[in-house]
């Protein structure tokens, strides 16, 4: 070999190495360009919040400024475009705000081919890694809900009044003195316990571990969402596995296993069916869905449904009343001790709270202050009536903070007034809307093609809760005190840490 050989052989690499960094760099700015064009094709020509005119960058200084103040983003939106629509960003996606009523009737009356409740439902609770595949895409539980619980709420009043009972008395206690109470994981519990009281025989109920694994799995849900969004599809179901939302499934699965497995094996104590949500899912279940893991998988889901909404509601309605007792507790107790059966709360009892009903339906308008309700994913462009174009791959959220704020709809909208909703002629009390009709300026329980099918199994409960409480205790905040807003991401959440003063009254009336 000559010697020429050699010394060429260095140059010979340095000139590959360096065509194969260009030839990197070149596929990488391509992959850029191309990543950028799918961005700006897919991104509506609309105005933004906090975008810088960067592309990536920007919307992550939009992400930024949005996390610092939600409340301040949406209003500055809503007013720079005089309620038309705009873009926001979080740190995980991009959402087209619309804050006209008139439009959000509009797109939520668009066929799910178009804009999906579906893909939106599961991409806000992330549902295909938090809660399972089949929970995400293969929805009978709606249906079991629909024609199995909903129908029986009657029959289920009087077991859900004496749980609530219990619970209250179990947790609460009867302080003869105004005792501070932290409000929001008694209530939690309380739902777990009487929604799990209908959900699985035996007494899963009152097993403070399975009660305990339910609420924590109902938040874990929750937070998970928010974490898993962050990472690539390809990522999410990596993540999920360390997060304790997968914890608190192993655990559901130890408590409900056997039982599930006995009665998909047709085994059933004393030869009787049972008659509980279990068996009702089982019953329904298509034939890839009928393992023990998924069943348990559902009977979760629908724990997080009962116990987040619920909770969620009941919360700030006790925080509301407890800041305006001498205002309203009479007139609600009054209405409570005139409707009951014998000196019971029965089903017939809260079909006439037309008091509460109001109160607990305002509670919620003012209490709602989502960002980004009823989400729809748009899998073919949608066009509004003026011309507007939604492009595919979009994702179309309501804010409910303003929207449920309406002046065009409400008189001080921003006013909490209890008793808004009763109509009260030649002294006939009558309520103008329930607190579980829906609207575009009330969404606690969505609205359009596909408001949330447990709706009324919530607020039966809700209703009860109110009643027993009312019956049993007199409430009061510390001179000084008031709940905290906070929110995560575009969800807002009650004051998880407030506490309440609690009283018991001795007597019924």
């Known amino acids: 070999m000559s010697t020429s050989d050699h010394t060429d052989r260095p140059a010979l690499i340095g000139a590959a190495a360096q065509t194969t960094f260009n030839i990197c760099c070149a596929l990488l700015v391509a992959a850029i360009v191309k990543r950028w064009f799918h961005y700006h094709r897919r991104t509506p020509k609309l105005p933004s919040v906090g975008f810088w005119p960067i592309p990536y960058v920007g919307s992550w200084a939009a992400a930024i400024k949005f996390m610092l103040d939600p409340v301040a983003a949406v209003k500055r939106g809503i007013t720079t475009t005089n309620n038309g629509l705009f ?3 979080t740190l995980s996606d991009e959402f087209i705000v619309v804050a006209n009523k008139e439009q959000v009737a509009e797109y939520l009356k668009a066929p799910d081919s178009v804009l999906s409740m579906q893909d939106g439902a599961n ?3 992330q549902i295909a890694f938090t809660m399972g595949y089949g929970v995400a895409y293969r929805t009978y539980h709606n249906i079991v809900v629909r024609k199995q619980i909903t129908p029986k709420i009657p029959s289920f009043t009087p077991v859900m009044v004496k749980e609530i009972e219990n619970s209250f008395h179990d947790q609460i206690g009867v302080p003869n003195e105004f005792t501070p ?3 929001y994981g008694i209530i939690a519990m309380t739902v777990a316990r009487v929604s799990n009281r209908i959900f699985v025989e035996g007494d899963y109920c009152r097993n403070k571990d399975y009660l305990q694994n339910a609420t924590d799995y109902a938040q874990a849900v929750v937070l998970s969402a928010e974490v898993v969004r962050l990472f690539p599809h390809w990522a999410k179901g990596i993540v999920v596995k360390m ?3 997968t914890t608190c499934m192993r655990k559901a699965v130890a408590f409900l296993g056997k039982d599930v497995q006995d009665r998909l094996d047709e085994r059933y104590n004393d030869d009787k069916k049972p008659d509980d949500l279990i068996q009702w899912l089982i019953d329904a279940a298509p034939p890839v869905e009928k393992s023990v893991y998924q069943i348990v998988e559902r009977v979760m889901a629908l724990n997080v449904a009962s116990i987040h909404t619920t909770t969620m509601t009941f919360t700030p309605a006790i925080y509301t009343l407890a800041a305006n007792p ?10 409570v001790v005139e409707n009951l059966e014998n000196g019971q709360i029965t089903y017939n009892t809260t079909q006439k709270l037309v008091y509460m009903d109001s109160f607990l339906r305002e509670s919620s308008r003012i209490s709602s202050n989502g960002l980004a309700a009823m989400q729809r994913n748009a899998r073919q462009p949608f066009v509004f009536a003026d011309g507007t174009v939604i492009p595919a791959g979009a994702k179309l959220v309501a804010p409910s903070l303003t929207l449920q704020r309406d002046p065009t709809v409400l008189d001080d909208p921003d006013d909490f007034d209890g008793f808004r909703y009763v109509n009260v002629i030649d002294g006939a009390r009558t309520l103008q809307k329930s607190m579980v009709t829906t609207g575009t300026d009330y969404h606690l329980f969505g609205h359009g093609r596909h408001p949330c099918p447990g709706r009324f ?5 809700i209703k009860l809760m109110f009643a027993v409480l ?4 007199d409430v009061s905040l510390e001179p000084g005190t008031k709940p905290k807003e906070l929110y995560i991401a575009t969800m807002s959440i009650p004051d998880t840490t407030m506490k309440v003063l609690f009283k018991a009254r001795f007597h019924k009336g």
């Open 123 to 125: 991409d806000q609770q």
């Open 243 to 245: 997060l304790p939302v």
């Open 181 to 183: 109470v932290s409000l």
């Open 470 to 473: 009312l019956l049993n205790y």
């Open 457 to 461: 199994f919530a607020s039966h409960e």
């Open 87 to 89: 873009r926001i960003a």
């Open 326 to 335: 001498s205002k309203y507790i009479d007139i609600l107790r009054d209405e």
